[in-house]
């Protein structure tokens, strides 16, 4: 199960030039949206990434709101566990279970997503905060990641499990989100 005072979220690589190509667009940004709210008003760490922002953009301003505590790691490996600033990032937090969401799935999210599992965290990917070019590639990277040894969840199972009770201080607020 997850828990507040051990989790934390990765989003990753939810870039203007990259999200306009990817599969049900509309809703793999309003679910980060949700989640990135959510998170902020759980107080969940959030860490967040770039792949080469250059090329591909900075995150979509939509999500940058909910943003404010860290910068973007810039990245141009697929895993963000690659990048040395990512994984000090990561163990600074000293939480043990990942929440991952972005694109695309089959790739970069998938990679992380292994190495953390490798690394000894426990991995949960937001399987509707995630999306690929295609909905084949989406699949793919879903089995691929619960192959690695990760699983998959979902916003509001994630955000309910965390809060564990309709009596948290956060529930109103998070229905409210969610809904």
């Known amino acids: 199960?997850?828990?507040l005072d051990d989790t934390f979220l990765v989003l990753i690589d939810v870039q203007e030039k990259l999200s306009t190509v990817m599969h049900k667009r509309e809703q793999l940004i309003d679910n980060c949206r949700q989640l990135l709210a959510c998170?902020?008003?759980?107080?969940?760490?959030?860490?967040?990434?770039?792949?080469?922002?250059?090329?591909?953009?900075?995150?979509?301003?939509?999500?940058?709101?909910?943003l404010t505590t860290e910068t973007p790691i810039e990245k141009s490996s697929f895993s963000c566990w690659?990048?040395?600033?990512?994984?000090?990032?990561?163990?600074?937090?000293?939480?043990?279970?990942?929440?991952l969401a972005g694109?695309?799935?089959h790739v970069c999210v998938y990679q992380t997503a292994a190495d953390l599992y490798a690394n000894g965290w426990?991995?949960?990917?937001?399987?509707?905060?995630?999306?690929?070019?295609?909905?084949?590639?989406?699949?793919?990277?879903?089995?691929r990641i619960q192959k690695v040894g990760a699983s998959q969840t979902s916003v509001e199972t994630a955000v309910f499990e965390l809060m564990q009770t309709a009596e948290h201080p956060a529930f109103r607020d998070i229905l409210k989100l969610v809904k």
């Open 1 to 3: 199960m997850l828990r």
């Open 39 to 66: 998170a902020m008003r759980l107080e969940i760490p959030v860490i967040w990434t770039e792949q080469i922002p250059s090329k591909m953009g900075p995150t979509l301003p939509e999500l940058q709101e909910f």
């Open 82 to 99: 690659k990048t040395h600033v990512f994984e000090t990032r990561v163990r600074s937090l000293n939480r043990k279970r990942a929440l």
């Open 103 to 105: 694109i695309e799935a």
């Open 122 to 143: 426990h991995v949960e990917v937001v399987a509707d905060a995630v999306s690929s070019r295609t909905p084949q590639n989406l699949q793919i990277g879903l089995e």
